[in-house]
């Protein structure tokens, strides 16, 4: 590649556009409209958006499983086309475990995707179980856990993957707030531990300030990154770190961004937010909460 | 197995066996004095003398094999054709659109109608009986096919196609065993619609076969026999039933949709 990115970027999004359907057609959309992004190794960015805004779309350029209409992906300095199971894991928001392999076995077959040896392969799976509590549950189904348990096993056969980028389109998304903080707290001890670069789509401002080093807000559609807000806060994050001052404030400060995004992006809080502001205040406040 | 499963499964086993006695006794009583004329309905008697006298000089075994190799080829054929096509179909959005309720109105169009001419074409002999079968067992198997391949959730192909997986690990590690317990059922229906359009074409028009027997004994004025082919037929029917389960259920197990304890 050309561009004379230092070593430490990750990934490096540059104009990508990307449109699904004709032009004129009934279907046509644009989903993300010339958005640059860089990240660096290392890093927990996420991001942030109205529903339709292109957050997913985003995740799924730079994991090679679209391709931009327009523009370039880069990871690790090289041109994206199509996924590269050697750099980038994915975990899923959720069905993405295969309910019809065990967890043990689930964990297996990505690695034979990946082309891994059968003793290497054991080794593997058995380590990445351990990394997220779920040793005793290997030979369990799915369906037999609990949502967050499923989302620990999704997360376990990222990490055995063993990539340095880990692309997580809300995976806690349908999980209860309680197990979204556990999970969220495990994942920065993970942060600190492994040094992974992690990129998090999420619908919650929580999380987004608990989690990320940098969070990116989006526009309403057509997507862009309207901006990005710096969390200067070391891994592992602490339980204590929610109820500070510095937390409220960037929680504060995300919610205004994304207030007025909310508002174009659902006509129903618009038609409200004319009528009273406080009204529109408790509407929106309901949606991200 | 828990103790109440195990008395509840005997409680069921043992209602099947008074049902079987009552039934016995009904078409005992229906046959003895005053009864029932003979021609209709032979006594128990008569039928089970003729039973062990067929089932002891292997009278049965001949047209057994014929029935036994004509729902083979008629199955075989249907699944291979019918799996192939479906997957293939279930491919395209384009192509299920098109063939997908063709095939749906095409499957309640009631094959016997044809059989005349599956005779006229291919004979008296077990060709038409292979390519009736085949005609009949062919839909329920071609759909489920489709059904079960179109909609493996998007999810699965994704996280697969993400880690790399190639088209043939896609294929048998992926949607085989995603559309694995649709696609079985519609084996298992056609499977059994294969044994009843066999049967029922033979006593239709042929020369050989289990449902052959069946109507020459009618056509003799002989009921003892044709209620013995009967109950010769009932039997097989009930052990093609149970060997599909059993199938069905190592499938289940192999692929874990069977629900976990």
Redesign the interface.
């Known amino acids: 590649m050309s561009s004379p990115q230092p070593d430490d970027l990750a990934i490096q999004v540059e104009n990508a556009t990307m449109q699904f359907g004709k032009e004129g057609s009934s279907l046509f959309v644009n989903a993300l409209l010339e958005t640059s992004l860089t990240v660096k190794k290392g890093e927990f960015l996420c991001l942030i958006g109205p529903s339709g805004c292109g957050k997913s779309t985003l995740m799924n350029l730079m ?1 090679g ?1 679209l391709t931009a209409t327009s523009g370039s992906v880069d990871v690790m300095g090289q041109a994206i086309n199509g ?1 590269m ?2 750099k ?3 975990v ?1 928001q ?9 967890i043990a076995e689930n964990i297996d ?2 690695l ?4 891994v040896e059968k003793a290497e392969r054991a080794r593997r799976t058995k380590e990445s179980l351990a990394s997220v509590g779920l040793s005793e549950f290997a030979d ?2 799915p ?2 856990l609990s949502g967050g348990m499923r989302q620990r096993a999704a997360l376990a056969r990222a990490l055995s ?1 063993e990539t340095d980028i880990i692309l997580m389109d809300e995976p806690f998304g349908a999980l209860d707030e309680q197990t979204r903080m556990i999970m969220g707290e495990d994942l920065s001890h993970l942060m600190a531990r492994t040094g992974k670069t992690i990129i998090f789509v999420t619908h919650s401002l929580g999380e987004a300030v608990y989690l990320a080093d940098r969070v990116a807000i989006f526009s309403a559609r057509p997507g862009r990154i309207k901006r990005i807000i710096d969390v200067n806060e070391s891994h592992p994050r602490l339980p204590s770190f929610v109820t500070s001052e510095k937390f409220v404030n960037l929680r504060n400060e995300l919610y205004r961004e994304l207030h007025d995004e909310m508002a174009k992006a659902t006509p129903h809080s618009n038609k409200i937010a004319t009528v009273s502001a406080d009204g529109a205040q408790l509407s929106s406040e309901d949606e991200l909460a | 197995m828990s103790r109440s499963s195990l008395l509840d499964k005997l409680l069921v086993l043992l209602t099947w066996v008074v049902c079987l006695l009552l039934i016995y006794w009904a078409w005992r009583e229906a046959t003895g004095e005053g009864g029932v004329s003979i021609t209709l309905l032979p006594a128990p008697d008569a039928v089970f003398k003729e039973l062990g006298h067929i089932l002891s000089t292997g009278a049965f075994i001949e047209p057994w094999e014929v029935t036994f190799y004509e729902c083979v080829m008629a199955f075989s054929w249907a699944a291979s054709v019918g799996l192939a096509l479906g997957y293939v179909i279930s491919r395209s959005t384009y192509l299920v659109q098109v063939f997908e309720p063709l095939l749906a109105s095409l499957f309640t169009v009631p094959m016997v109608l044809f059989f005349p001419l599956c005779v006229l074409y291919f004979g008296l002999g077990p060709n038409s009986k292979i390519v009736f079968g085949f005609s009949v067992a062919f839909f329920p198997i071609v759909l489920a096919a489709i059904s079960g391949f179109a909609s493996v ?1 998007s ?2 192909v ?9 088209r043939w ?1 896609m294929f048998h ?2 949607l085989v ?2 559309a ?1 317990p649709v696609v079985l059922s519609g084996l298992r229906m056609g499977a059994v619609l294969t044994f009843l359009s066999v049967l029922g074409s033979e006593t239709l028009g042929s020369l050989e076969g289990l449902g052959h027997a069946i109507h020459n004994a009618s056509m003799d004025m002989n009921p003892a026999e044709m209620y013995a082919y009967i109950i010769i037929v009932i039997v097989i029917a009930a052990l093609l039933n149970l060997s599909l389960g059993v199938i069905e259920a190592i499938g289940n197990r192999r ?3 069977t629900e ?1 304890e």
């Open positions: 994991g499983l996924p199971p050697d980038i894991a994915f899923f959720e069905n993405s475990l295969f309910p019809w392999n065990t077959v990505g034979k995707f990946r082309g369990h189904y369906r037999q993957l | 959730e999810g699965f994704q996280a697969a196609r993400s880690m790399g997986a190639t690990q590690l992926v065993p995603a694995f692929y874990g949709v976990g």
